[in-house]
């Protein structure tokens, strides 16, 4: 489990294939000292485990499911990617429940700058958008982010304050570029629910 409180910034060092899957080394900085094999790290809001650890850099296994599911199949060196390690038990939740599943992939639909900030739209799988909420939670690239508009159509539109935009890779996204999704625990619960109870159409 995880909170979109991004910790740092990495690297793509190499992207090396394993059958049908891929295995990942990641420059992490500092945060690499801070891993052991078998931890939990969310590269860009993918819950992947850490294979080995050395000095300032990490490796990943991604499997056929997760490249089928994220844009972990398009990295290649030079990537940089959102990091989170797990969280703790006793730790404080400053974003919100991210379990580091993504839904999906989505889309830049716009990117507009606003002095320092930036209003991002995204265009979402239709299952986020369907438990996705007018000032709710959505994790794009790993990041907690406030929804501030439902566009329709699948579009949402989210404000990008300039100390998320310094601390992530959302500040590279450009029109077009693809981005990982994680839709609201909550909603996706309240949805699975509520399913029984909804009317089929006539």
């Not at 059958?19 to 094999?37: F, K, N």
């Not at 300032?56 to 991604?62: E, L, P």
Request: with cysteine.
């Amino acid at each position: 489990m995880f909170s979109g409180i991004v910790e740092g910034i990495g690297v793509v060092l190499g992207v090396q294939a394993g059958g049908a899957g891929r295995r990942l080394s990641i420059d992490a900085g500092p945060l690499a000292a801070e891993l052991e094999p078998g931890d939990s790290v969310s590269v860009d809001g993918a819950c992947l485990t850490v294979e080995t650890v050395a000095e300032d850099h990490f490796s990943v296994a991604a499997v056929p499911a997760t490249l089928s599911r994220t844009i972990a199949g398009g990295y290649e060196e030079g990537t940089r990617v959102n990091l989170e390690r797990a969280l703790r038990v006793d730790g404080r939740l400053d974003g919100h429940l991210v379990q580091g599943h993504v839904d999906g992939i989505g889309s830049v639909s716009s990117s507009i700058e606003e002095g320092e900030s930036r209003t991002l739209r995204f265009r979402i799988p239709d299952a986020v958008a369907a438990v996705t909420v007018e000032h709710g939670s959505i994790a794009i690239n790993g990041v907690s982010l406030t929804v501030s508009r439902l566009l329709g159509s699948g579009e949402i539109e989210v404000a990008v304050i300039p100390f998320t935009l310094a601390h992530t890779n959302l500040r590279f996204l450009g029109h077009g570029d693809r981005v990982n999704v994680e839709g609201d625990l909550i909603g996706k619960y309240v949805g699975r629910m509520l399913a029984p109870y909804r009317e089929e159409p006539t």
